[in-house]
């Protein structure tokens, strides 16, 4: 290893857990931590594949999916036969994200927690819209921001049928992933999320909120919870500053 290399060695050692995420995410993660934080500079090489894989005790798959993160974030140059190289840092510093597993939307909120504003009934089309023609017009609704790291990135808000808000507090709301705290206090298991993405500018309200002007261009990412027995649960609709995140997919040429 060179100097900078031995340098990480030395000082990032890490554990990464399960419940936090995919290792992979983890592991581009703490990278990208090094490299805004100048212990890994502009042009200095990373590791090995092999080295990383073993001073991290994770599979050789996982560091490349993890340099492929880097690599899509402009934070790092992949090349033939030698190790990656630290590029000069961009503006643009979002998350890349990948949401096809719930684990992936955990990464969304790693490190993050949730700023109740309000929780209460109210009546909504919503409730019909998202839980089915024959729901009740009134259900709970739920609004706060998503903090990460100090900083406001996402206005947050999440309706619940009657006869699952009506069984939950907002103090209970302490977990940034809501579906994590219908599971956790109300034992329904949910199987699967039904995510519809858009482009959205930030209205007055969401821009207050989030210290940023109104217009500001902010990524709406809709979540349709749902049980293995296909009852909706719960639809949230999380608007994020898309100077923080950004959704990224892998496309393969299928056409013949």
Known sequence: MNNHQQS??????????????????????????????????????????????????????????????????????KRPAKPAVVLVPSVDTGRALSLRKFTDMAYLTRNGRLEVLNYGTEASPVFRQQFGAESDPEGYCLRAILITEGVKRSFITCYLPNDVGANLSAEEFDDPLIFNTVQKHLGIRLEAAHLTIRAEVASSAVAEHLGIEKGYPVLSLEMLYETALGRRVEYTVGLHRSDFFRITYDSHNDIS
């Open 8 to 77: 990480t060695s030395k000082r990032s050692r890490v554990v990464f857990e399960r419940r936090n995420g995919p290792y992979y995410r983890q592991l581009s993660e703490h990278f990208r931590l090094l490299i805004e934080g100048d212990d890994l500079p502009a042009g200095a090489e990373l590791p090995k594949e092999a080295d990383i894989a073993e001073h991290y005790g994770v599979s050789l798959m996982t560091v490349r999916n993890a340099l492929k993160e880097l690599e899509q974030q402009g934070l790092i140059q």
